[in-house]
């Protein structure tokens, strides 16, 4: 299927490598058809996404059974920018525009030299309404986060996400997506840690999008997600030469791949976008969605539906309101 680019909607994975942006991304595709309940909404996978990210999944089931995991889902290469398509429509019916996950190596955020693929992935992040934040969640709670600034970043995601705001006015949706956390999920004096830390360790960025001049056009949730629901953090070890190695164990022997709140985002990302439609009376974005949605209010409300399964707490956290995250009023433009 091949789409108008004025028919893509860019949601960019920034973050550090090795974070677990693509099992986000697989785990999110794969659970999708379990939640979507009696909602007319259907996702279609395009080209060679299914699978891509199908392939990840069976390395992550794989991991789930083995009590000590060795293994792990390769980092996204230092070079590559990958893109993964998700066609977005009615049941039983063509797709009437296409979400792009934009997945890439947290390195060539670093890139001096602005190589194509480095300004592809700037370019990415200036065309997305959503940007998808991750966290390595053991870098940022384990030793009291001795790690969080030498993998998290947490300063270089902050000029990006600045950068990002500086371009224009547009309304942006920041999902701040802590992963690997089934450590930290587990109670919720835990996930309520997680939060604290989250909100520490990132207080520039969060500062940022809460100044005046910036809050009206930025809304953000804190959503951890368990990518696994299996495979819990374990130790840390650090070779002589400074080399970090974190080691993860499953829950048990044959443990279940069972992943949780994989759908947050996307029901999240879906509401603001729709809400952006429906509400933004002008600008570039409203002109792209007018193509994208096509007055095609069966789809308005669909989308709605499945977009009011969103939650809250434990851990899950609406830490900057917009109004594009109330409810949306489907059908009506």
Same mark, same amino acid.
């Given at each position: !299927?091949?789409?108008?680019?004025?028919?893509?909607?860019?949601?960019? !994975?920034?973050?550090?490598?090795?974070?677990?942006?693509?099992?986000?991304?697989?785990?999110?595709?794969?659970?999708?058809?379990?939640?979507?309940?009696?909602?007319?909404?259907?996702?279609?996978?395009?080209?060679?996404?299914?699978?891509?990210?199908?392939?990840?999944?069976?390395?992550?089931?794989?991991?789930?059974?083995?009590?000590?995991?060795?293994?792990?889902?390769?980092?996204?290469?230092?070079?590559?920018?990958?893109?993964?398509?998700?066609?977005?429509?009615?049941?039983?019916?063509?797709?009437?525009?296409?979400?792009?996950?934009?997945?890439?190596?947290?390195?060539?955020?670093?890139?001096?030299?602005?190589?194509?693929?480095?300004?592809?992935?700037?370019?990415?992040?200036?065309?997305?309404?959503?940007?998808?934040?991750?966290?390595?969640?053991?870098?940022?709670?384990?030793?009291?986060?001795?790690?969080?600034?030498?993998?998290?970043?947490?300063?270089?995601?902050?000029?990006?996400?600045?950068?990002?705001?500086?371009?224009?006015?547009?309304?942006?949706?920041?999902?701040?997506?802590?992963?690997?956390?089934?450590?930290?999920?587990?109670?919720?004096?835990?996930?309520?840690?997680?939060?604290?830390?989250?909100?520490?360790?990132?207080?520039?960025?969060?500062?940022?999008?809460?100044?005046?001049?910036?809050?009206?056009?930025?809304?953000?949730?804190?959503?951890?997600?368990?990518?696994?629901?299996?495979?819990?953090?374990?130790?840390?070890?650090?070779?002589?030469?400074?080399?970090?190695?974190?080691?993860?164990?499953?829950?048990?022997?044959?443990?279940?791949?069972?992943?949780?709140?994989?759908?947050?985002?996307?029901?999240?990302?879906?509401?603001?976008?729709?809400?952006?439609?429906?509400?933004?009376?002008?600008?570039?974005?409203?002109?792209?969605?007018?193509?994208?949605?096509?007055?095609?209010?069966?789809?308005?409300?669909?989308?709605?539906?499945?977009?009011?399964?969103?939650?809250?707490?434990?851990?899950?956290?609406?830490?900057?309101?917009?109004?594009?995250?109330?409810?949306?009023?489907?059908?009506?433009?």
């Amino acid at each position: !299927m091949s789409m108008p680019a004025r028919y893509v909607l860019e949601v960019t !994975m920034l973050g550090p490598s090795g974070a677990g942006k693509t099992s986000l991304l697989a785990s999110m595709y794969v659970q999708y058809s379990s939640v979507i309940g009696g909602t007319d909404l259907d996702l279609t996978p395009v080209g060679e996404t299914a699978a891509r990210l199908t392939d990840v999944v069976a390395v992550l089931k794989s991991l789930s059974r083995s009590v000590q995991v060795r293994d792990r889902v390769a980092n996204t290469s230092a070079l590559d920018l990958h893109r993964y398509e998700i066609g977005v429509g009615r049941k039983n019916r063509k797709s009437r525009f296409v979400l792009r996950f934009t997945d890439y190596a947290g390195g060539l955020l670093r890139d001096p030299n602005g190589t194509p693929v480095a300004q592809g992935v700037r370019n990415a992040l200036a065309d997305s309404p959503v940007v998808v934040l991750a966290v390595d969640t053991p870098s940022l709670m384990e030793r009291d986060g001795l790690y969080h600034e030498r993998i998290n970043a947490p300063y270089l995601m902050y000029e990006q996400v600045k950068e990002i705001l500086r371009s224009d006015d547009r309304p942006r949706l920041l999902l701040v997506v802590p992963l690997k956390c089934e450590k930290y999920v587990a109670t919720e004096h835990g996930s309520a840690e997680l939060l604290s830390r989250v909100r520490t360790g990132y207080q520039p960025l969060f500062d940022h999008i809460a100044h005046a001049d910036v809050r009206p056009r930025v809304g953000c949730v804190v959503i951890p997600v368990q990518t696994t629901g299996s495979i819990v953090f374990s130790s840390i070890t650090e070779s002589p030469n400074g080399e970090l190695r974190f080691h993860f164990r499953s829950r048990r022997a044959g443990a279940e791949y069972r992943p949780v709140h994989t759908d947050q985002p996307l029901r999240y990302a879906l509401r603001f976008v729709l809400n952006v439609y429906l509400r933004e009376r002008r600008g570039i974005w409203r002109e792209t969605l007018d193509g994208v949605f096509g007055h095609d209010q069966a789809l308005e409300r669909a989308i709605a539906q499945f977009a009011d399964g969103t939650v809250t707490g434990p851990g899950i956290e609406v830490v900057q309101h917009h109004p594009h995250l109330s409810s949306s009023v489907a059908g009506r433009a």
